[in-house]
């Protein structure tokens, strides 16, 4: 695997303000990347230093081998970009929007009138290839931008908060289409305040904040880095003392750091042992005489993982 | 996207969204119907005005066949003039101001298209409705070869100051255009410099010389008017009819004779030098301000809209470090 996207000492400095510090990323060929900070992070700002829509301030950043500082007609050719915020043409038809940016990629016109039917149709839009692009929907417009930073078949797509606005049915049919687009082999840097979404998309996450990346790689090697041992989650059919005394009980047992009683009833374990300790665990209960309804590894929160590592002394976090 | 000019590749297709789009429906024909009629009233009133006023100056029989073409050829060329000086910046002014103000100008700018490109492409796609207006008219203005005085050099030369007039005001609004966020800001401010060039100019000409009244003829620079396209009309209509013509200090012509036509109007005689002892050609001058102009203004619009590459003397090549791939 080799990195497509790489950033070294990546820097922008706006007046006195340094959205981006020294931002050091690497982006593997076929991954859907995702770049999670709060705002004002310098999650954008990156994203448009790699869309060459803005100059770094210090340092460097490649796509597929170009320099943004050195080669951005070049960068331009093999970047598909999809800014936060965005309009549309309103006096155009659907297929004019994409035949125009075809043009603009000098794509010939034989080709360009397939592509637009090939990419109306990935984009689920294929019915709407007259209609007017005002006339569309919210979803429609995000659906139709991303198509257009298809035109050219870019190696690389940059995609700023692409989710944002857009209603539950809007957001899956979103997160589908970017799986087909992975499928197809694109390399993909998304940004996201929807951290439940970028979980679920995402094969690598770089957690930034103050222009600084805190924690980078995949979701479980994040988590595994930040916390000691799983967390797990259990729930008994019990209440009031017993459920006390079933939270006592876990906390007695060996490799159990912590056991913590949440509001709902559930019995929240810091367990620092192996999966066979895991089990040896659920036996012992289940042998106590304990009605257990579920007992599980709490899955991967990013959000919780975000809200770890942007603490307010993150370094020591992790 | 290679082609003979790379650095134009690209233009294409912002030309024909921006031609696609404001050729779309009857808008722009019903536009040039009304325009066309307009025009061809004006210039008939105007022919039978000046009928009239020879008449009653002692022409009984009506205006002779060379009085009335140039008469009528004087007012088409004012009548375009007017229309340049009117549209060439309203066409332009917003585009690319209204690219930022859709959000649509990132979009545009991540394509391969250089800044040149789509600068140039704004250029011409915002003056193309004004060149058909301009085409459209020529008919009509080619009646005055039907009375005689007005040579096809003659118009050649009223065309040529029309396009490189249309340009230059063109230009003024991709500058500001690019300059400024907001649509209305520039077209604010590029009608304020179309007036400061026109009107301002003319004004502070005569000021000049009423400053140098001490009872000796001082003119203004010529340069002074270079950018004001009724005064290049004027001395095309000038060559013609020996009549309208501008003189200065520097270069006055044997072909004035003093009298004014309607172009410069009346009360603006300070530029007049009597007994001129050769004359040289203002309108070629005034087109190549114009387009010396619209280069220097196209230049700055280039790097206005360029996010990276701008010019600059020194760039910071020493904080970029090699990450040693291609590129």
């Given at each position: 695997m080799s990195a497509v996207v790489r950033t070294v000492g990546l820097a922008k400095?706006?007046?006195?303000?340094?959205?981006?510090?020294?931002?050091?990323?690497?982006?593997?060929?076929?991954?859907?990347?995702?770049?999670?900070?709060?705002?004002?992070?310098?999650?954008t700002t990156t994203l448009r230093?790699?869309?060459?829509?803005?100059?770094?301030?210090?340092?460097?950043?490649?796509?597929?081998?170009?320099?943004v500082r050195r080669n951005p007609q070049e960068v331009r050719r093999v970047i598909g970009f999809m800014p936060d915020v965005f309009g549309v043409y309103d006096d155009m038809k659907v297929w004019e929007y994409l035949d125009f940016f075809g043009r603009c990629y000098g794509i010939p016109a034989d080709r360009r009138r397939r592509m637009i039917g090939d990419l109306l149709d990935l984009v689920d839009l294929g019915d709407r290839r007259d209609t007017y692009v005002q006339s569309l929907s919210r979803g429609m417009q995000q659906r139709l931008c991303l198509a257009h930073t298809l035109v050219h078949d870019p190696q690389v797509l940059l995609l700023d908060e692409p989710a944002s606005g857009l209603d539950p049915r809007a957001r899956f049919e979103l997160r589908e289409l970017l799986r087909e687009l992975r499928a197809l082999g694109k390399t993909i840097l998304i940004s996201s305040h929807i951290l439940p979404e970028l979980e679920e998309l995402c094969t690598s996450v770089a957690i930034v904040d103050r222009g600084q990346v805190l924690a980078q790689g995949r979701v479980s090697e994040i988590e595994r880095r930040l916390r000691q041992g799983a967390v797990l989650r259990v729930r008994v059919l019990l209440e009031g003392e017993d459920l006390d005394t079933a939270r006592a009980y876990f906390e007695a047992q060996p490799d159990v750091a912590t056991a913590v009683l949440l509001p709902d009833g559930t019995i929240e374990i810091g367990f620092r042992g192996d999966d066979t300790g895991t089990a040896r665990l659920l036996a012992g209960a289940v042998g106590a005489g304990m009605p257990i309804v579920s007992f599980a590894r709490a899955a991967s929160d990013l959000e919780e993982l975000f809200l770890q590592v942007t603490a307010p002394d993150p370094v020591a976090a992790a | 996207m290679s082609g003979p000019f790379p650095a134009l590749a690209g233009a294409s297709a912002i030309w024909v969204k921006e031609i696609r789009g404001r050729m779309r429906g009857p808008r722009a024909f019903v536009f040039i119907t009304f325009y066309l009629t307009v025009l061809g009233g004006l210039l008939w009133a105007y022919l039978r005005t000046v009928e009239a006023a020879n008449q009653f100056g002692g022409f009984t029989e009506g205006l002779p066949g060379v009085e009335a073409g140039r008469a009528i050829f004087g007012g088409a060329v004012a009548i375009l003039t007017l229309i340049v000086v009117a549209l060439a910046p309203a066409y332009t002014t917003g585009s690319i101001s209204a690219e930022r103000e859709k959000q649509t100008l990132d979009l545009l700018v991540v394509t391969p298209i250089t800044s040149l490109a789509i600068v140039a492409a704004k250029l011409m796609s915002g003056l193309a409705y004004l060149f058909l207006i301009i085409a459209a008219s020529l008919p009509m203005t080619a009646i005055v070869f039907l009375f005689g005085g007005v040579g096809f050099e003659d118009m050649l030369k009223a065309y040529i100051v029309l396009l490189a007039t249309a340009i230059g005001l063109g230009s003024i609004g991709v500058f500001y255009s690019a300059l400024m966020k907001r649509t209305q800001a520039a077209t604010m401010a590029s009608y304020f410099t179309v007036l400061a060039l026109t009107v301002g100019a003319l004004f502070v000409a005569s000021v000049w010389n009423v400053r140098a009244g001490d009872g000796r003829m001082q003119p203004p620079p010529e340069a002074l008017l270079y950018l004001n396209p009724a005064i290049a009309q004027a001395d095309v209509f000038c060559e013609m009819s020996g009549e309208g013509c501008v003189t200065f200090g520097?270069?006055?012509?044997?072909?004035?004779?003093?009298?004014?036509?309607?172009?410069?109007?009346?009360?603006?005689?300070?530029?007049?030098?009597?007994?001129?002892?050769?004359?040289?050609?203002?309108?070629?001058?005034?087109?190549?301000?114009?387009?010396?102009?619209?280069?220097?203004?196209?230049?700055?619009?280039?790097?206005?809209?360029?996010?990276?590459?701008?010019?600059r003397p020194l760039r910071p090549a020493d904080r970029t470090p090699n990450l040693g791939g291609g590129g």
């Amino acid at each position: 695997m080799s990195a497509v996207v790489r950033t070294v000492g990546l820097a922008k400095r706006y007046g006195q303000t340094l959205a981006v510090a020294g931002l050091d990323l690497e982006v593997e060929q076929g991954e859907i990347f995702g770049l999670v900070g709060p705002n004002g992070a310098g999650k954008t700002t990156t994203l448009r230093i790699l869309a060459t829509l803005l100059e770094p301030s210090a340092g460097d950043a490649e796509v597929a081998g170009a320099s943004v500082r050195r080669n951005p007609q070049e960068v331009r050719r093999v970047i598909g970009f999809m800014p936060d915020v965005f309009g549309v043409y309103d006096d155009m038809k659907v297929w004019e929007y994409l035949d125009f940016f075809g043009r603009c990629y000098g794509i010939p016109a034989d080709r360009r009138r397939r592509m637009i039917g090939d990419l109306l149709d990935l984009v689920d839009l294929g019915d709407r290839r007259d209609t007017y692009v005002q006339s569309l929907s919210r979803g429609m417009q995000q659906r139709l931008c991303l198509a257009h930073t298809l035109v050219h078949d870019p190696q690389v797509l940059l995609l700023d908060e692409p989710a944002s606005g857009l209603d539950p049915r809007a957001r899956f049919e979103l997160r589908e289409l970017l799986r087909e687009l992975r499928a197809l082999g694109k390399t993909i840097l998304i940004s996201s305040h929807i951290l439940p979404e970028l979980e679920e998309l995402c094969t690598s996450v770089a957690i930034v904040d103050r222009g600084q990346v805190l924690a980078q790689g995949r979701v479980s090697e994040i988590e595994r880095r930040l916390r000691q041992g799983a967390v797990l989650r259990v729930r008994v059919l019990l209440e009031g003392e017993d459920l006390d005394t079933a939270r006592a009980y876990f906390e007695a047992q060996p490799d159990v750091a912590t056991a913590v009683l949440l509001p709902d009833g559930t019995i929240e374990i810091g367990f620092r042992g192996d999966d066979t300790g895991t089990a040896r665990l659920l036996a012992g209960a289940v042998g106590a005489g304990m009605p257990i309804v579920s007992f599980a590894r709490a899955a991967s929160d990013l959000e919780e993982l975000f809200l770890q590592v942007t603490a307010p002394d993150p370094v020591a976090a992790a | 996207m290679s082609g003979p000019f790379p650095a134009l590749a690209g233009a294409s297709a912002i030309w024909v969204k921006e031609i696609r789009g404001r050729m779309r429906g009857p808008r722009a024909f019903v536009f040039i119907t009304f325009y066309l009629t307009v025009l061809g009233g004006l210039l008939w009133a105007y022919l039978r005005t000046v009928e009239a006023a020879n008449q009653f100056g002692g022409f009984t029989e009506g205006l002779p066949g060379v009085e009335a073409g140039r008469a009528i050829f004087g007012g088409a060329v004012a009548i375009l003039t007017l229309i340049v000086v009117a549209l060439a910046p309203a066409y332009t002014t917003g585009s690319i101001s209204a690219e930022r103000e859709k959000q649509t100008l990132d979009l545009l700018v991540v394509t391969p298209i250089t800044s040149l490109a789509i600068v140039a492409a704004k250029l011409m796609s915002g003056l193309a409705y004004l060149f058909l207006i301009i085409a459209a008219s020529l008919p009509m203005t080619a009646i005055v070869f039907l009375f005689g005085g007005v040579g096809f050099e003659d118009m050649l030369k009223a065309y040529i100051v029309l396009l490189a007039t249309a340009i230059g005001l063109g230009s003024i609004g991709v500058f500001y255009s690019a300059l400024m966020k907001r649509t209305q800001a520039a077209t604010m401010a590029s009608y304020f410099t179309v007036l400061a060039l026109t009107v301002g100019a003319l004004f502070v000409a005569s000021v000049w010389n009423v400053r140098a009244g001490d009872g000796r003829m001082q003119p203004p620079p010529e340069a002074l008017l270079y950018l004001n396209p009724a005064i290049a009309q004027a001395d095309v209509f000038c060559e013609m009819s020996g009549e309208g013509c501008v003189t200065f200090g520097s270069d006055v012509g044997s072909s004035s004779s003093g009298a004014e036509s309607g172009l410069v109007g009346d009360g603006f005689e300070a530029p007049f030098v009597e007994e001129p002892p050769a004359r040289v050609s203002f309108w070629p001058k005034s087109v190549v301000a114009w387009l010396v102009a619209s280069a220097v203004l196209l230049f700055g619009a280039i790097q206005l809209i360029s996010p990276t590459r701008r010019w600059r003397p020194l760039r910071p090549a020493d904080r970029t470090p090699n990450l040693g791939g291609g590129g």
